[in-house]
């Protein structure tokens, strides 16, 4: 069935918007509508579609490919326009597992400082856990990754105070090291952290001059939430110093996941 609708003028008129209709179905209750229904166990992925809105045109001008309007006023609840512009009025939700290492889940652990380090240059292995509530340190095929956080400025001989609360997926294994590392005087431009092995992620994680390891090291976590602390006293030489706090999962914990929350590096004195 094909329908030629071509240009014509409004040819209805509903709550308040003129508009121009090819097909006017008039619903009882919105209790009905199209039904696309599959007849046979079968489906391909093609250009076809049980619902396709194609615009073979190079334009700026936009149009819209779907619509949700409602109220006396038919004000807009939802839309998607041909180039992709979304507009949602209300919640949207969506089950946690379908963002796990998405983009969105990415960067919300780059926004509070996360980034992958030490053996690990891959982004996609530090995320925002949405069921967790929490960062995600994991990835299904490399038993030896890492993450850093942001570095702070110290004062020569001030304390620093991290503390960190961990969860691991195998309660049984150790394979949890808590580091600091820092260096002396100003980070170079353009990096905003500091680790050892630092060649993983050049762009913005600057070698370290101070390795502190004495924190945990290879740390059976056990089960459920466990919070650790640890003061650190910088040298007392210099000007100013810059210390990040730094994670890693490794071997022994195999591809099981490590899980943040509610890390911090404070400045006591």
């Not at 329908?3 to 121009?20: E, I, P």
């Not at 250009?47 to 490919?65: I, L, V």
């Not at 609360?165 to 309660?171: A, L, M, P, Q, R």
């Amino acid at each position: 069935m094909t329908f030629a609708g071509g240009a014509f003028d409004s040819n209805v008129t509903y709550g308040g918007r003129s508009l121009q209709t090819t097909v006017d179905i008039k619903s009882t209750s919105m209790r009905g509508g199209v039904l696309v229904r599959n007849m046979n166990d079968y489906r391909s992925e093609t250009q076809s579609a049980s619902f396709m809105h194609y615009d073979a045109y190079n334009t700026a001008a936009k149009s819209y490919a779907f619509r949700v309007a409602a109220g006396t006023t038919l004000a807009d609840k939802f839309y998607v326009k041909n180039n992709g512009d979304t507009y949602v009025a209300g919640s949207f939700d969506t089950a946690a597992t379908s963002l796990e290492r998405s983009l969105i889940a990415q960067g919300m652990a780059n926004s509070i400082g996360w980034i992958p380090g030490y053996h690990n240059s891959d982004y996609a292995d530090v995320y925002w856990d949405f069921t967790e509530r929490a960062v995600k340190l994991h990835s299904t095929t490399d038993p030896n990754i890492g993450m850093v956080k942001a570095a702070i400025p110290v004062k020569p001989s001030q304390t620093i105070r991290a503390t960190i609360t961990v969860k691991v997926g195998n309660t049984a294994g150790a394979g949890l090291y808590l580091r600091l590392a820092g260096i002396a005087g100003n980070l170079p431009d353009g990096k905003t952290h500091v680790i050892h092995n630092s060649q993983y992620n050049p762009d913005h994680q600057e070698e370290d001059d101070y390795h502190v390891t004495q924190w945990a090291e290879n740390a059976t976590n056990g089960s459920g939430w466990k919070t650790y602390e640890y003061d650190y006293t910088v040298p007392s030489s210099g000007s100013i110093y810059y210390f990040s706090l730094y994670v890693l999962n490794w071997a022994a914990q195999g591809t099981n996941a490590i899980w943040i929350k509610d890390a911090s590096l404070v400045v006591l004195n």
